[in-house]
Nanobody
C-alpha cells in the first residue's frame, strides 16, 4: 500500500510564499502522474497542478505563473512551490499519485494552507 504524506502548509499573509512537500512510500518514478489538488470550504476539490513521468507539467489557470510543481525522485518527493499567495488560495491541499502499472490512485491526508489579507 502506497502512502503519501504532505507537509509544508501553514498560515501566511497575502503575497507570501509556501512550499508544500509530498513524500511517497514508493519511488516517485513508479507513478505515471503526480499532482496537487485543493479543496476550499464549501467547494469541490479541484486540480491545481500535475507532473507526468515524462516531465510534462499542467496548472489550473488561477495559479499559472505563481505555482511550480517539481519532483525529486531520489527523495521520493514532489513539491508545490507557491508564490504570491492570495486569499483565494486558502484550502486543504492534497497530494495525488497514479501508479504506472496498477493504475491505482493514491491520496495524502492533506495539509492546510491559510492566506490572510
Amino acid at each position: 500500500q502506497v502512502q503519501l504524506v504532505e507537509s509544508g502548509g501553514g498560515s501566511v499573509q497575502a503575497g507570501e510564499s509556501l512550499r508544500l512537500s509530498c513524500v511517497a512510500s514508493a519511488s516517485t518514478s513508479s507513478f505515471r502522474v503526480m499532482g496537487w489538488y485543493r479543496q476550499a470550504p464549501g467547494k469541490l476539490r479541484e486540480l491545481v497542478a500535475t507532473l507526468s513521468s515524462g516531465g510534462v507539467k499542467t496548472y489550473v489557470d488561477s495559479v499559472k505563473g505563481r505555482f511550480t510543481i517539481s519532483r525529486v525522485n531520489a527523495r521520493n518527493t514532489v513539491y508545490l512551490e507557491m508564490n504570491n499567495l492570495a486569499h483565494e488560495d486558502t484550502a486543504i491541499y492534497y497530494c495525488n499519485a497514479r501508479h504506472t502499472f496498477s493504475e491505482l490512485y493514491y491520496w495524502g491526508q492533506g495539509t492546510q494552507v491559510t492566506v490572510s489579507t
